[in-house]
């Protein structure tokens, strides 16, 4: 069963323009909402992170927006670059459980020139 | 440079072969995981070890084992290699005591059993 589940599962953006992964969850017992970044042939690398006490955070033009009613969350890149071009992934965590995190399926953005 | 080193980076097995993947980080980070990560599927838990002398089983730990050596090391076994465990593996750290903790993940181990 997927704790957490992402959309899109592609996204092609014109270069300038916003991309906007969403993800979803049902586990009210997460309590850390991170994202990550994958380049081809390397490891995910933690991009920006939220906690349930805010409902945004904002990184340069990287933005969490957090919905704690609904259940969402979801990521928007700002200006999009083609340098932005990668697979992001969201994942949930409980923070009394080992710090295990549970991921998304990755959404494969490609931003065309 | 600091960070999660996993060796080695490719692998190609046959059908009832065994290997031992690795993976050591330097950054003290109590916490080590392994995950596999499949196209469609995303990065799913094997093993886990909440520090050092224990380990537990994550979402898929059919067919594999783990020893965490010590702090800095933890392996991921593979007994007996079956073409379903063809994969990228990766091992992250994380330290738990941070705020804004995450995982460091290593670059990857791609295996492919034949």
């Known amino acids: 069963q997927q704790q957490v589940k992402q959309s899109p599962q592609s996204l092609i953006v014109q270069k300038g323009g916003i991309s906007i992964i969403n993800c979803a969850y049902e586990n009210t017992a997460f309590d850390y909402f991170p994202w990550y970044q994958q380049f081809p042939g390397k490891g995910p690398a933690l991009l920006i992170a939220?906690?349930?006490?805010?409902s945004e955070k904002k990184e340069g033009r990287f933005t969490i927006s957090f919905n704690k009613s609904a259940k969402q969350f979801s990521l928007h890149i700002m200006d999009s670059q083609p340098g932005d071009s990668a697979t992001y992934f969201c994942?949930?965590?409980?923070?009394?459980?080992?710090?295990?995190?549970?991921f998304g399926t990755g959404t494969s953005l490609t931003v065309i020139p | 440079n600091a960070g999660v080193t996993q060796t080695p980076k490719f692998q190609v097995l046959k059908t009832g072969q065994s290997m031992t993947l690795q993976c050591a980080q330097d950054m003290n980070h109590n916490s080590m995981y392994w995950y596999r990560q499949d196209p469609g599927m995303g990065l799913r838990l094997i093993y886990y070890s909440a520090s050092e002398g224990t380990t537990d089983k994550g979402e898929v730990p059919n067919g594999y084992n783990v020893s965490r050596l010590n702090k800095r090391e933890f392996s991921l076994r593979l007994e007996s290699a079956a073409p379903s465990q063809t994969s990228v593996y990766f091992c992250a750290s994380s330290d738990p005591g941070q705020f804004n903790y995450g995982y460091t993940f290593g670059s990857g181990t791609r295996l492919t059993v034949v």
């Open positions: 939220i906690r349930p006490d805010v």
């Open positions: 994942a949930a965590s409980m923070s009394n459980t080992g710090n295990q995190f549970y």
